[in-house]
T-cell receptor, first 116, second 115 residues
């Protein structure tokens, strides 16, 4: 079965640079979520999109922005990178709750961002 | 606010034994979902099992079962006949009602299976 695709899988950036992470949800999933997992931490919710509209916002820094496109893929844009942004960034997708009756989120493999 | 508590930072279990990973949660919502995810050392987050708050029967997926005790607000994961490949970090998580809701994770339990 098709899974969530994230690219790139690994990314190394310098401080103050920008980065763009991409997420392609499972086909027919219209909801996308972004999470950040620091070393030894549990994942923290950043932001979610439903039908291309932002639906919920968590602890996402102002330096970060995200959007969902017409084909439901999503991009997380990160500017003025800091050392503390080094983390594993997950994208997850879920089908519409109205259709499936629940909100199981399926995670992609993650993008490991290292800021030097 | 919702909260997930996993009190076992790490566990060691002999191969082929059953293991129970503890999870308690706190919420004032009547409708919610509970999940368990597995994160091996490679980093991916693998969905294991789901339990809805109104589900009357405990969820089961192969060797995984969820011991759901609603009155005690606990959702323990039971892995039967553990295998070496079960060694990983396990996260208990909860989702409040509503579509496109964020998942709230516990701090995780690192499970190590001994041969």
């Amino acid at each position: 079965a098709a899974g969530v695709i994230q690219s790139p899988r690994h990314l190394i950036k310098e401080k103050r640079e920008t980065a763009t992470l991409k997420c392609y949800p499972i086909p027919r999933h219209d909801t996308v979520y972004w999470y950040q997992q620091g070393p030894g931490q549990d994942p923290q919710f950043l932001i979610s999109f439903y039908e291309k509209m932002q639906s919920d916002k968590g602890s996402i820094p102002d330096r970060f922005s995200a959007q969902q496109f017409s084909d439901y893929h999503s991009e997380l844009n990160m500017s003025s990178l800091e050392l503390g942004d080094s983390a594993l960034y997950f994208c997850a997708s879920s089908p519409s709750a109205q259709r499936e009756g629940r909100d199981t989120q399926y995670f992609g493999p993650g993008t490991r961002l290292t800021v030097l | 606010a919702q909260k997930i508590t996993q009190t076992q930072p790490g566990m060691f279990v002999q191969e082929k034994e059953a293991v129970t990973l503890d999870c308690t949660y706190d919420t004032s919502d009547q409708s919610y979902g509970l999940f368990w995810y597995k994160q091996p050392s490679s980093g991916e987050m693998i969905f294991l099992i789901y339990q809805g708050s109104y589900d009357e029967q405990n969820a089961t997926e192969g060797r995984y079962s969820l011991n759901f005790q609603k009155a005690r607000k606990s959702a323990n994961l039971v892995i039967s006949a553990s295998q070496l490949g079960d060694s990983a970090m396990y996260f208990c998580a909860m989702i409040p009602p509503g579509s496109a809701s964020k998942i709230i994770f516990g701090s995780g339990t690192r499970l190590s299976i001994r041969p």
